[in-house]
């Protein structure tokens, strides 16, 4: 079983409005969890670093959060716009190591 | 910030051939590089992990003397799929860790291999 697991697997969204990602792990503890954007035929890139003690983390329209007790993150994105159509994947970094757990990713569309 | 170059970016060969791919950190020299594979919809999976001077450490599962991987110096690591097959057809990504707990691993935009 994945350590993991992101839902919705794939959203569609219109463009400003807003969208809620989610992502379960049964890792604990951890080193730090990030959200990932991965645009279609590129690399990941990486939009949001949290230790295990952090609530939140903001880049620009994007904002994490982490509840350590239910082991859940989201990511939101706020006034979506088209270049944020790609997919979003939940890293989680194993303590004292530097192996991923990568969540499936959820692919955003956003239309016009 | 950071990036990683990866090179081709596609590539289309017969069945049987060998085709290299090759990992660069442009300005950070890579404690250790990592070779990814990513089918469609799914998660990328860990391959191997390589540091430089040493043998790569591959993933169970990772035959080591199909994807052969050479990490010659801090800023450079090759990954060659030998004898290819229709099956291997995949995404590759490499990423590059410079060290440190909050660093992240900083990904190439990855290679399209298709084995006709």
């Known amino acids: 079983k994945n350590q993991v697991e992101q839902s919705p697997q794939s959203l569609i969204i219109l463009e400003g409005k807003n969208c809620t990602l989610q992502?379960?792990?049964?890792?604990?503890?951890?080193?730090?969890l990030r959200w990932y954007k991965q645009d279609t035929g590129r690399g990941p890139v990486s939009l949001t670093i949290m230790t295990f003690s952090e609530n939140t983390k903001s880049n620009g329209r994007y904002t994490a959060t982490l509840d350590a007790d239910t082991k859940q993150s989201s990511l939101h994105i706020t006034a979506s716009q088209l270049s944020d159509s790609a997919s979003y994947i939940c890293?989680?970094?194993?303590?004292?190591?530097?192996?991923?757990?990568f969540g499936a990713g959820t692919t955003v569309t956003v239309r016009a | 910030g950071a990036v990683v170059s990866q090179h081709p970016s596609w590539v289309i060969c017969k069945s049987g051939t060998s085709v290299k791919i090759e990992c660069r950190s442009l300005?950070?020299?890579?404690?250790?590089m990592f070779w990814y594979r990513q089918f469609p919809k799914q998660s990328l999976m860990l391959m191997a992990t390589?540091?430089?001077?040493?043998?790569?450490?591959?993933e169970q599962g990772v035959e080591k003397d199909k994807f052969l991987i050479n990490h010659a110096s801090l800023t450079l690591s090759t990954l060659t799929v030998t004898s290819a097959h229709p099956e291997d057809s995949s995404f590759y990504i490499c990423?590059?860790?410079?060290?440190?707990?909050?660093?992240?691993?900083?990904f190439g935009d990855g290679t399209r291999l298709s084995i006709l």
């Open positions: 390589s540091n430089e001077g040493s043998k790569a450490t591959y």
């Open positions: 300005d950070f020299q890579a404690t250790t």
């Open positions: 992502c379960n792990y049964t890792v604990s503890p951890f080193s730090n």
């Open positions: 890293v989680v970094t194993l303590p004292n190591d530097y192996k991923l757990s």
């Open positions: 990423s590059a860790f410079l060290g440190g707990g909050d660093q992240p691993q900083h």
